[in-house]
């Protein structure tokens, strides 16, 4: 889907103020409400914006510890399945099929290093992961970062 300047500039004032209305945002940005409404329904259809959920923060739960693992799988048995079997591991918060000498990446919460290796335990028992290798995160930066990317993009279309 193509983005303009006024599809940034609506996303923005939502990342800025998640609970405004549309109202609200029709007012600071100058636009009509049906312009903002029309926008929002537009990129949500085409997948833009792609969930108005809240994301809750695990460190703020109790889960501080952050990995990424690299997971060798069975073969065998097939991604899907392997999937599968990873899901029931609530820690396990996002599983990605990626290129290189691995054929998964996860995302882990854990609540300290004890219970990271808990769930590393907890994946092999699986019997879908024949190897792991594990890094731990010892400072965020950033995540979830996409707002540069959409705000950059509807610039060069304009520019």
Partial sequence: MNVDTLDAKIVRFFTDAPRASVLEASRVLKIARATVQAR?????????????????DPARFGFPVVAFCSLTINQDLGHDAVVAAL????????????????????RIAARSNPDLQRVLD?????????????????????????????????AQKAG
């Fill in 87 to 106: 899901t029931a591991i609530p820690e396990l918060t996002e599983i990605h099929t990626v290129s290189g000498s691995s054929d998964l990446m996860a």
């Fill in 40 to 56: 929002l329904d537009r990129m949500t259809d085409k997948g833009v914006i792609g969930s108005w959920v809240p994301q809750p």
């Fill in 122 to 154: 907890a994946m092999m028992s699986t019997k879908t992961v024949l190897r792991s290798t594990t890094v731990i995160v010892l400072n965020t930066h950033f995540q979830g970062r996409t707002l540069p990317l959409l705000e950059a993009e509807a």
